[in-house]
């Protein structure tokens, strides 16, 4: 298996296994009264399959961007190119002519 298709599914199956680990801590400490809606219920499991899949999907996103920006880029050699130097620019004064009977903030 390619390396990029590897490391697309190791990041997407520890998503998911954190969101399932987040998921029963919030019904092991009850957060929000959802253990018990989740009991009382007797579809409580439709319930918790949309909070895994989007907890799942959020987590799986958090580690690919955690396992992209721990690669080693080898940025660190000067690249080509000639930079031009700098131009010099003189400030110049300009004229505006103000009118006193304008008030500020209203245009004609």
Request: aromatic share 8%; charged share 25%.
């Amino acid at each position: 298996m390619p390396e990029p298709l590897r490391a697309y599914k190791t990041t997407i199956l520890i998503g998911f296994a954190a969101a399932g680990v987040f998921l029963a801590m919030a019904l092991w400490f009850d957060v929000a009264g959802l253990r018990g809606a989740i009991q009382r219920s007797d579809i409580g499991w439709l319930a918790l399959l949309p909070l895994w899949l989007g907890n799942g999907a959020v987590f799986s996103g958090l580690q690919a961007a955690i396992s992209a920006g721990g690669t080693d880029d080898d940025d660190d050699e000067p690249r080509g190119g000639h930079r031009h130097p700098r131009m010099e620019q003189e400030m110049i004064a300009i004229r505006v002519r103000a009118d006193r009977a304008r008030k500020p903030g209203l245009r004609r």
